[in-house]
Every structure is written in structure tokens, then in C-alpha cells.
């Protein structure tokens, strides 16, 4: 089964970008779709961002216009870039990989955006 690492986040000042990164164990050529999702505590994982295996991108209304999700199927890697963040954006941001008949998803990474 595919083993998906999150990296990139940390702490950013209100305004500020940052860039995620999720690497894939295998080759991701094949995977139907990827994503971004992200959690607060008390509140269901909604999602981020999501692109398919065409190619096809769709973002969550909160972050349209902020946010590109991107993948490298050389790297296995799937970013999303946020710009002009804001305490909303606070949150665990978990990759997720649709393949084959199974989803999977990473461990997580922390992101706090401060004032």
C-alpha cells in the first residue's frame, strides 16, 4: 500500500505563504486523484484541493484564488501553494491519495498562521 509523507508546514504570519509538499512511496501516475485536506480540533477534515489524474484541479471555496495545487509524477509528489493566509487557514493539512479501489492518506502536517 502507498505511504504518503506531508512536509512543509509550521508556523506563518497572517499574509504569508507557504508551500506543502506530499511524497508518495510509489509512482504516482497511476493514482486517480490527490489532495489536500485540512482539520481543526472539533471539526471534520473538509477539503483543500484536489487534482486528478488528468489533470482536473478543484479547490474549496475558502481557498480559490489562494491556493494551486500542483504534482510532479517524476517526483511522486503533490504540493499545494497558499498564499495571503489568514488564521482560518489554521489547521492539520493531510494528503490524501485515491488508488486503485482504496484511498489513503498521510500522517498530517501542523500549520499555524499568526498575527
Known amino acids: 500500500q502507498v505511504q504518503l509523507v506531508e512536509s512543509g508546514g509550521g508556523l506563518v504570519q497572517a499574509g504569508g505563504s507557504l508551500r506543502l509538499s506530499c511524497r508518495a512511496s510509489l509512482s504516482i501516475g497511476s493514482f486517480k486523484a490527490m489532495g489536500w485536506y485540512r482539520q481543526t480540533p472539533g471539526n471534520e477534515r473538509e477539503l483543500v484541493a484536489t487534482i486528478t489524474a488528468g489533470g482536473q484541479t478543484n479547490y474549496a471555496g475558502s481557498v480559490k484564488g489562494r491556493a494551486t495545487i500542483s504534482r510532479s509524477i517524476t517526483k511522486n509528489t503533490v504540493d499545494l501553494q497558499m498564499n495571503s493566509l489568514d488564521s482560518d487557514d489554521t489547521g492539520v493539512y493531510y494528503c490524501?491519495?485515491?488508488?486503485?479501489?482504496?484511498?489513503?492518506w498521510g500522517q498530517g502536517t501542523q500549520v499555524t498562521v499568526f498575527s
Open positions: 490524501n491519495a485515491a488508488v486503485g479501489g482504496y484511498v489513503t
